[in-house]
């Protein structure tokens, strides 16, 4: 059995959802295919001491402020979860939950989303399925020979687990500072990086990311001189239990070592350090494996995109993956802007092929 809708979205995250406000705004039928059994996207993973780099009046979805926190300035990950699950609600969207999506194909003037439930026929396709499920370990030498615990960021949860160990994180951005910071108080922490940790001022938080990543963008567009955006300010917001952990001299970064042994890390200069546990804060790859029978795939595994849609596919849209999908568009704040760029781009073709 096949279903029909004029749009397609992939994923029911933040992207997803915005993606669905627009669309609904607009007047697109639209349906939501989420792999998730309960809202609220990658969020309701992450681990609990999470907070957000933005107060939450400058961390909302299209057409909703997210409330404050009682007692945080920058909201944790649990409150999140509540208000994307309330944003959906709220507007009534079509989701479908615990949809895995296998394939997205070309089929005459449509394309064919198929699924573990069924498939789907639509006019347009917008694919926001982001990044959590394709962590990335770099191939460090003596990685497989290492005989403690490994995981990745999207599987670490707190730091009782950890508690009296020797615990080494590798990563110095945001995630990599935040994990470090949480254990710092209750293990033998060796915190490493590429390069020294680079802070951004104190009173800096996302609302200033977000600026500087759309500044940079409208910079290249123009064909003015790289502003450097985010990078141009630093990697770490210093959220309050960041800064209190480097102010009490809890977070003194090591450069990365260059391979692992089976009891621990060595250095180039012959120094060690055990470790019980290793934990890879080192980021992730889009999510795309469903994009594949489209044939779409450029360099680093990003598909060629123009603002949110595939060069190669007028049909798909990408939203939600990175500054190639919109300047800071992986982020609350910054998926607003490509949401209603898709949607009104997806709107007009629409409109145009009736």
Request: hydrophobic content about 40%; glycine content about 12%; proline content about 7%.
């Amino acid at each position: 059995m096949t279903d029909h809708s004029d749009v397609v979205v992939i994923g029911g995250g933040q992207s997803g959802l915005a993606a669905a406000y627009h669309l609904r705004r607009l007047g697109v039928d639209c349906v939501v295919l989420d792999e998730q059994a309960t809202p609220g996207g990658a969020w309701q993973h992450t681990w609990d001491s999470l907070r957000l780099f933005s107060p939450a009046a400058f961390s909302s979805l299209p057409g909703r402020l997210m409330p404050p926190q009682p007692g945080e300035t920058y909201p944790d990950a649990a409150h999140v979860v509540s208000y994307l699950a309330d944003y959906e609600k709220r507007y009534a969207f079509a989701v479908r939950r615990g949809v895995r999506v296998e394939g997205v194909h070309r089929d005459g003037p449509h394309l064919r989303v198929e699924t573990d439930s069924g498939a789907w026929r639509a006019r347009a396709v917008i694919s926001a399925t982001g990044s959590w499920t394709r962590p990335f370990l770099p191939a460090v030498p003596g990685r497989p020979d290492y005989a403690g615990r490994q995981l990745h960021t999207v599987r670490y949860r707190g730091p009782a687990e950890f508690a009296g160990q020797h615990v080494v994180v590798v990563g110095g951005g945001n995630s990599g500072a935040q994990i470090a910071a949480d254990l710092a108080y209750d293990t033998e922490l060796t915190w490493v990086t590429q390069r020294p940790p680079r802070y951004l001022a104190d009173d800096i938080d996302g609302r200033a990311l977000f600026d500087a990543a759309t500044a940079r963008r409208r910079a290249l567009d123009e064909g003015r001189t790289d502003t450097g955006g985010v990078a141009s300010l630093g990697d770490i917001v210093a959220v309050p239990p960041v800064r209190e952990a480097r102010d009490a001299g809890l977070l003194t970064a090591r450069p990365m070592f260059t391979r692992l042994t089976r009891r621990g890390a060595e250095w180039a200069d012959g120094t060690t350090a055990e470790a019980d546990a290793v934990i890879w804060c080192t980021g992730f790859r889009p999510a795309l494996s469903h994009l594949a029978p489209l044939g779409l795939r450029g360099p680093r595994g990003h598909i060629p995109t123009t603002g949110t849609r595939a060069v190669g596919e007028p049909r798909l849209h990408l939203l939600g993956y990175g500054d190639w999908t919109g300047p800071a568009s992986a982020t609350l704040i910054g998926v607003g802007r490509p949401a209603r760029e898709a949607a009104r781009a997806i709107a007009a073709d629409l409109q145009a092929g009736a």
